[in-house]
């Protein structure tokens, strides 16, 4: 599962000074290539609401996911829920992020999911994604 958060569909046109000029389906396309190459299936989403992120989570573990790849955007930094959902579902989560938050506002220092996530690969742009494809490939 490769679980995207908030302002992400934007990518883009967001920002592109920090998070580059890359879309959410241009990282998505990559992500598929590199996925069959590594001979993973890859489920790639996308939303703005906290809860929905939750409910993907659990959905991981339902399904057996052997990992989940989070950009839980802004939420990452203010979400005890996902971090809760992280501890739950005994799946291994890799924190992903295009910039490298710890180098940015103070109020990005802080990772909730980094809290319950086994890794993270930050501040590599749109290749941040393929990073951590291959550390859940690696798994
Ligand atoms: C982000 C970093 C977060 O601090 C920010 O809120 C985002 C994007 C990144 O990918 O660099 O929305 O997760």
Same mark, same amino acid.
């Given at each position: 599962?490769?679980?995207?958060? +908030?302002?992400?569909?934007?990518?883009?046109?967001?920002?592109?000074?920090?998070?580059?000029?890359?879309?959410?389906?241009?990282?998505?396309?990559?992500?598929?290539?590199?996925?069959?190459?590594?001979?993973?299936?890859?489920?790639?989403?996308?939303?703005?609401?906290?809860?929905?992120?939750?409910?993907?989570l659990h959905?991981?573990?339902?399904?057996?996911?052997?990992?989940?790849?989070?950009?839980?955007?802004?939420?990452?930094?203010?979400?005890?829920?996902?971090l809760d959902?992280?501890?739950?579902?005994?799946?291994?989560?890799?924190?992903?992020?295009?910039?490298?938050?710890?180098?940015?506002? +103070?109020?990005?220092?802080?990772?909730?999911?980094?809290?319950?996530?086994?890794?993270?690969?930050?501040?590599?742009?749109?290749?941040?994604?393929?990073?951590?494809?291959?550390?859940?490939?690696?798994?």
């Amino acid at each position: 599962f490769v679980l995207n958060g +908030p302002n992400l569909n934007l990518l883009g046109t967001r920002e592109p000074e920090i998070y580059g000029t890359d879309t959410l389906a241009d990282i998505e396309a990559n992500v598929r290539a590199q996925g069959k190459t590594l001979g993973l299936a890859i489920e790639f989403r996308q939303s703005n609401h906290e809860g929905v992120l939750v409910d993907w989570l659990h959905e991981a573990r339902a399904k057996g996911a052997k990992a989940v790849l989070l950009n839980a955007g802004a939420y990452t930094h203010t979400s005890i829920a996902i971090l809760d959902a992280i501890k739950a579902i005994a799946v291994p989560v890799i924190e992903v992020h295009l910039s490298d938050p710890e180098t940015r506002e +103070p109020f990005r220092h802080h990772s909730y999911v980094g809290m319950g996530a086994v890794d993270v690969v930050k501040g590599l742009g749109a290749e941040s994604y393929l990073v951590a494809l291959e550390k859940a490939a690696a798994l």
